[in-house]
């Protein structure tokens, strides 16, 4: 039987393996991420501000049945567009009041 006593980890050698997420790292807010991963989702970077503002002023209902809609078409052109569409064709039919 081996007598001698291994070295413990360093701690530094452990988080060095892991690579922290950046993408939320200027986002203070829920509904911040929550935009930014819709865009993400939708494929639609260059209207991320758009998605973060919807997030913080529409129902998450209404945004998650839209997300929903758009990502599960496979041939459409346009996810970003398909959503704003399926967006306004929920608000529509919704009964839930507008949120200010």
């Known amino acids: ?3 001698t006593s291994s070295q ?3 701690l530094g050698d452990i988080l060095s393996k892991y690579k922290p997420d950046d993408s939320a ?3 203070s807010r829920e509904f911040q991420d929550y935009g930014y991963r819709l865009a993400v989702d939708l494929n639609d970077m260059a209207h991320k501000s758009l998605y973060i503002r919807m997030a913080k002023t529409t129902p998450r ?3 998650e049945q839209a997300r929903a809609f758009a990502v599960d078409a496979d041939h459409a052109k346009s996810k970003g567009r ?3 569409w399926k967006v306004s064709e ?3 039919t919704s009964l839930v009041p507008k949120v200010e």
Do not use: D, H, S
Request: proline content about 6%; aromatic content about 16%.
């Open 82 to 84: 398909l959503f704003m």
């Open 1 to 3: 039987m081996n007598t």
């Open 61 to 63: 209902m209404i945004l």
């Open 8 to 10: 413990p980890t360093l």
């Open 90 to 92: 929920l608000k529509k």
């Open 25 to 27: 790292k200027y986002f």
